[in-house]
């Protein structure tokens, strides 16, 4: 059975700054400043692509990063809780 389908809050919604390997996300709607790091920012830049499951987040990372899908789903799953639960990410 598929997991949740997310979509990321719209580009308009963050400002992003890159500080080597931090990300700094500053989210306008609830006025906090996020700092991530890796995966956050691949799983976010995946997300810019269309909504997606655990699943096919993984598979998009797997296109560009040499991972194996089928093991990062569950990373993936972990970090798309914690990104909907600080507003970064939303069900669609």
Do not use: F, K, N, W
Not at 61 to 75: G, N
């Amino acid at each position: 059975m598929p997991g949740p389908v997310y979509r990321a809050e719209p580009a308009r919604h963050l400002c992003r700054v890159s500080l080597d390997t931090l990300d700094l996300i500053y989210h306008r709607a609830s006025g906090i400043t996020h700092v991530v790091a890796e995966p956050v920012p691949q799983i976010l830049a995946a997300l810019e692509r269309g909504q997606a499951d655990a699943a096919e987040v993984a598979r998009r990372l797997a296109a560009t990063h040499d991972i194996d899908p089928r093991e990062a789903e569950p990373v993936v799953a972990a970090r798309l809780a914690e990104l909907e639960a600080v507003g970064l990410v939303v069900r669609a």
